[in-house]
C-alpha cells in the first residue's frame, strides 16, 4: 500500500491496526489468567495443534512439490496493479482504500499473532513478557520493511512457514497433553524431545511425498 | 453474518476440517487414558503424526 497509493494513508492504517490489536490484548490479557491452567492449556493446546497442523501441512506439500511455491514477485505485482487501478477516495485527509486495506490487513494477521502471545504468556505465566517479545518481532519487521520498501521476495518464505508450524505443533503437543491430565517423563525437559519428533517426521514427510511425486511422474 | 462465520471458520479449521477433528478426538482419548496409563504421553505426538498423514495423504492424491 505504501509504495502503490503513499505512506501516509499505509502508516494511518497500520497504526490504528496495531492501537486495536493493543487493547484486545489488554481486555484478554487479563480475563486468560483468572481460567485454570490445566483448560487453559488443553484449549491453547488443541488451538496451536490446529494452526501449527495447517502451517506444517502447506510447508510440507510446498517442500515436497505438491503445492507450488508462493511467488512473492508476481502476488506483488498482482496486489500492486491492483491497488493503483482502485478509485481515490479521501476522507479525513487520507486516502482512504489505502488506509483500509492496510489496517485491515495489520489487524486479520495481527489477530493470529496477538492469540499466540496471549496463550504463550499465559500458559507460560508472564503475559508482558511474551509482549515484549512479540513488540520486538514487530519492530524488526516494521524496520524491514521501510528498509526494503518492496517485495519480500528473498525472504526464504517456505522455511519460515515450515520452522513456525514445527513450533506450534511442539508447543501445541506439549501442553494439549498437560492440559488432558498428562505427565511428561522429565517434564519441561521433554519439550526438545518433542520438538525433534515433530521436525524428524515433517522431513520424513517431505521425502515420502517427495518420492510418490516422482514415483507418479 | 455469514462472512463473519467464515472468517473464523478458516481463522481456526483452515483447509482441511479432518485435521481439527482429529486433533480434538487425540485429546479426547488422551485425556480418557492419562487416568489409568502413565505412558498417556505417548498418545498425542503419535496421533499428531497419523493426523498429519493421512491430511497429507488426501492433499497429494
Redesign the interface.
Known sequence: MGVTRGWRSALAGTFAASLALAVIVAALGPALTVIPIEVLR?VV???L???G??W???A??RA?G??ALRDEDSVFEREAAAARAAQRDERAGLDWYGFTVSFKGVL?EG??VAFIVLTFGSTQGSIPLAIVGAVAAIVLVVIAGIVVRGPLSRVPENTLAFAVGVML?TFG?FW??E???????GDDA?LPF?LA??IL??LG?VTA?RR??LA?A | MRRFGA?WWD??????WR??VG??LA??L??LL??TW?S??I???LA??A???I??RR???
Open positions: 488443553l493446546g488443541a488451538l495443534l490446529v494452526f497442523l495447517q506444517l501441512r502447506k510440507i506439500l515436497s505438491w503445492r486479520l489477530l493470529e505443533t503437543t494439549g497433553a492440559g488432558a491430565g498428562v505427565d511428561w517423563p521433554a518433542v519428533f515433530v517426521v515433517s514427510y511425498l510418490r511425486r507418479l | 472468517f481463522f481456526v479449521v483452515g483447509d482441511d485435521v481439527a486433533i480434538a485429546l479426547g488422551t485425556a492419562a487416568t502413565a498417556a504421553w498418545v498425542l505426538p499428531v503424526a493426523v498429519l498423514w491430511s497429507l492433499a497429494a492424491g
